[in-house]
């Protein structure tokens, strides 16, 4: 059984930070790509950061430069250091593991709230 157990979503005020943790376990869970994805109501899952075995990491635009991806170093962990937060980043993240972005395990997923 795979399990993704998501932590350190919040609320906070623009211009904060925030640190979301996963931890993946179980038995053939791929950790290929770890990655974390947010998503708001009535909007598809998007992808924020992505970790891909080997050192390549992946953000989408209106994150980069504030948003930090990091693994553990067995990859059975993963990070998202969130910086100088924007009211726009409020969503729901989900942890995300797997041999590609394709085909893999989802977390149950953290409200992150970003509001004065």
């Known amino acids: 059984q795979v399990q993704l157990v998501e932590s350190g979503g919040g609320l906070v005020q623009p211009g904060g930070s925030l640190r979301l943790s996963c931890s993946v376990s179980g038995t053939r869970v791929s950790t290929n790509v770890l990655a974390w994805y947010r998503q708001v109501a009535g909007k598809e899952r998007e992808l924020v950061a992505a970790s891909v075995g080997g050192g390549i990491t992946r953000y989408m635009e209106s994150v980069k430069g504030r948003f930090i991806i990091s693994t553990g170093k067995a990859r059975d962990t993963v990070y998202l250091q969130m910086n100088s937060l924007k009211p726009e980043d409020t969503a729901v993240y989900y942890c995300?593991?797997?041999?590609?972005?394709?085909?893999?395990?989802w977390g149950q997923g953290t409200q992150v709230t970003v509001s004065p």
């Open positions: 995300y593991s797997g041999f590609s972005t394709s085909v893999g395990h």
